[in-house]
Nanobody, 125 residues
Framework: QVQLVESGGGSVQSGGSLRLSCAVS????????MAWFRQAPGKEREGVER???????YYAESTKGRFSISQDNAKNTVYLQMNSLKPEDTAMYYC???????????????????WGQGTQVTVSS
């Protein structure tokens, strides 16, 4: 069983920065994929960034160049650094996990079986 706990959300003005953290506990295999998704009110959940156990990263076009994902294997924690935030980045952000780094290739919500509870990010203009 794997548990995910996100933190770091909050309110920020347009152009500001936030860093989200996702602490992972439980059975963590050598091969895995970690991802960040977000969901705005009335919209579908969309992928933001992904990182596999080899350190390969995958970015969404909407956040490329502004967001970056990283991981600290010693702390079993994944981070999402968000810079140059825009009001359209406002959403609930979720951390997701699944076994096998190949899950990162497509990054669909159905590729992930474990989810955190979410952390709210609000960007005001």
């Amino acid at each position: 069983q794997v548990q995910l706990v996100e933190s770091g959300g909050g309110s920020v003005q347009s152009g500001g920065s936030l860093r989200l953290s996702c602490a992972v506990s439980g059975y963590i295999p050598i091969s895995r994929c970690m991802a960040w998704f977000r969901q705005a009110p009335g919209k579908e959940r969309e992928g933001v960034e992904r990182i596999d156990s080899d350190g390969n990263t995958y970015y969404a076009e909407s956040t490329k160049g502004r967001f970056s994902i990283s991981q600290d294997n010693a702390k079993n924690t994944v981070y999402l650094q968000m810079n140059s935030l825009k009001p359209e980045d406002t959403a609930m952000y979720y951390c997701a996990f699944d076994y096998a780094r190949t899950r990162c290739i497509y990054g669909r919500t159905t590729d992930f079986g474990y989810w955190g509870q979410g952390t709210q990010v609000t960007v005001s203009s």
